[in-house]
Structures are given as structure tokens and as C-alpha cells.
């Protein structure tokens, strides 16, 4: 994979796109037979706010159920917002109609998780890349569809005469490019990337990736770059924003997360990311959380990492730490946050 820039600095040109303030998304739990009552919620999201500027890749990394999809979906508006404000290029999105949305959606598309179910098997590939212009009513004539569609393949690195293929025709790898041209389709300025590469083997990830900041370079798209994989955020992401339980915990410029993380939560995970030198490997120690995590039905009080945390102190449960710097030189949520380098963990 072909690194970022060392300094660790956004990308973007500084013109603000996208803007989520305090975002809380709840599920209903819904009990009972024929008449079903409420009987609580999920709090999947609770209270996230981050800023995407042009070209940027933000990465969002947790462990799964921790609420990274449920954020990239709300601010798709595939899930409406309990609360708050998601901005795109200063338009409020919760408040727009359907028709208002679909506009919207030309500048603001998604690739998802799973590359085998989300092509449809029953078209070829030239149908696949080529539904977003029949949806919006673009390219209608069939010879400058068919072509854009061969410019899509060959911008994501496949044959277009391969366009006749269905989707069981091709591998995993080359599925999920197919999803990368169709999203790219519409030449979006944001693309949420929902895990794109964790279904696909270790060997191919490395040509996705690198796919995806060619064509970032070339096309000057930002990203919002969902995974669980910190090696794979550290190439691709000029931010990091680490979640927990559907809070964000820290935040901050790629290398401010990698070379100084501060909260309890960022240094386990970070420890588990194995280090290319044989030598600093052995010396480390893994940091091995205790417990499971908690239902985000009932979380705990204050700090909701509080329970699997070695830090912990009487008052994490009893105040909630605020996401602030605390002379970290970057936001951190934990009331006892203490820089530690990736090798100096454990």
C-alpha cells in the first residue's frame, strides 16, 4: 500500500463538505404480539460530531458493533437521524424531502461491506455501472452510456469488454471494483467506503486501497473510510476518529492517532497491529482488554469504556469525560489521557 504523506496533514483544500454535529441515532426495542409497545433503545449513535473537507479521507475505526455503519448510513440518510445536524456543502440533510434527497445523492454515494451481495446477480456488469445514469435520467442515448460505462471499468482497472459478465464471473477483488466504477458513476464529491475491504482477502486489500487514493488523487473525491482495521486506516486516512459504543473517543491528524494516542481505548487497539520490525515486535506487549462489550441498550454510566478499562478511577462512572485535548495536541475522551507512542504500548 502506498502511504499517505508523513506529516500526516489533510489533503482537502480546506472548503468544508461535509458537517456532523452531535448525531444520535436510536433504535427502538419493540416487545409484544399483535399490539407491540416500546420497552427501550439501542443508542447505536450517540452525540458524534466530525467535519469531512474536499479530497480528504476521514477514517472511522471501532470494533464491530460500536456504531461506524449505523453514522456512514445516517449521513447517507439511508437511516434518519434521532437528532441532529449532518450539513453537506452547508445543506441541512435531515430536513430535505425525497426529491430534495435524491439531488443530493449524485454528490454523495456509498461502496459497501460485502461485494457478493451488494451487486445485483441477475444484470451484467454494464447494467450495474450504468444504473445510476437511468435512476437520474442522464446519458440517455445508449452509445454515450455504453461508453462512459467502458471508461468507469477500465479508470477501476477491469477489461470492459468483460461489461457483459455478471457478478458470479468475476472475484471478490474485482466485485467490489465494480462497486467503486458504480459509485464513481456520477462523479460524487463524498463516498462512504462501509468497510470495503474487509471481506476480501489480505493480498487483494493492498490493490483496492491503493485503487482508492489513485483515484482520490485523480479525481479529488474524500472519503469517509469505515473499517475496523488500523493498518488499513493508517494508509489510506489524513484523520482518524476512533469510536466506541457509539461515541467518538479520540480524534485526531493520522500520525496524532498511530504516534500518540491517549486514550485507553486507541492504545489496545493499537497494540494488536502488528510492527513490520521483528525486533520492536518481540519487545512489545499486547494490550488484552478484559470483558465483553456492553449492550448499547444499557450502556454504562459516565465513561462507557469505564468496564473494560485498566485506568479506570471512581469518577468514570460517575462523570462522563468530555472529547477535549488535554495537552495531547489533539481530542481525547478519557479523564486520565496519557500519550503513548505505538511502540511504546504495552
Known sequence: MTAAADTGAARGN??????????????PVRSGGVIRRTVGEVQAVTDVSFSIDESETLGLVGESGCGKSTTGRAVLQLHPATSGSIRFEGRELTTLSGQQLRRVRRDLQVVFQDPYAS????????????EPFAIHGLLSRGRERRER???LLRLVGLHPEHGNRYPHEFSGGQRQRIGVARALALEPK???LDEPVSALDVSIQAGVVNLLQELQERLRVAYLFIAHDLSVVRHISDRVAVMYLGKIVETGRRLDIYEHASHPYTQALLSAV??????????????????????????????RFRTRCWKAQPICAEEEPALIDRGQGHPSACHFAEERSLLQIG
Open 190 to 192: 463524498l463516498i462512504v
Open 149 to 151: 460505462v467502458a471508461e
Open 14 to 27: 480546506g472548503h468544508r463538505l461535509l458537517e456532523v454535529e452531535h448525531l444520535v441515532k436510536h433504535f
Open 274 to 303: 502488528p510492527i513490520p520490525d521483528p525486533k520492536l515486535e518481540r519487545k512489545r506487549k499486547r494490550i488484552v482488554l478484559t470483558g465483553d462489550v456492553p449492550s448499547p441498550a444499557n450502556p454504562p454510566s459516565g465513561c
Open 119 to 130: 451487486l445485483n446477480p441477475r444484470l451484467p456488469v454494464n447494467d450495474i455501472v450504468g
